[in-house]
């Protein structure tokens, strides 16, 4: 069983940065969809990045420019570098790993930007 454990997360000022782990259990990370997806406060949960087996990328557009996601197929880690940080980037942020047949959720890592 795929098993998804994401480290990284914290306390952050505003214009800080944070870099995002997310280490797979398992043999099938490297043929998956991985992506990066966050819940605010009262909000629903929403994509941030997500980059395919092949390592095409995309990106919502609140957070183009700032973040970057990552992928480390001999490692089974995705990450994501978030620079620029703004106090709208707190949420749980969750890992997510997709192979076509498999969705597993990771159980979040709390980042917060706040002064």
């Known amino acids: 069983q795929v098993q998804l454990v994401e480290s990284g997360g914290g306390l952050v000022q505003p214009g800080g940065s944070l870099r995002l782990s997310c280490e797979a259990s398992?043999?099938?990370?490297?043929?998956?969809?991985m992506g990066w997806y966050r819940r605010a406060p009262g909000k629903e949960r929403e994509l941030v990045a997500r980059?395919?087996?092949?390592?095409?990328?995309n990106y919502a557009n609140f957070v183009k420019g700032r973040f970057s996601i990552s992928r480390d197929n001999a490692k089974n880690t995705l990450y994501l570098q978030m620079n620029s940080l703004k106090p709208e980037d707190t949420a749980v942020y969750y890992c997510?790993?997709?192979?076509?047949?498999?969705?597993?959720w990771g159980q979040g890592t709390q980042v917060t930007v706040s002064s």
């Open positions: 997510n790993l997709n192979s076509g047949v498999t969705i597993v």
């Open positions: 398992g043999s099938i990370f490297r043929i998956s969809t």
């Open positions: 980059i395919f087996s092949g390592g095409t990328t």
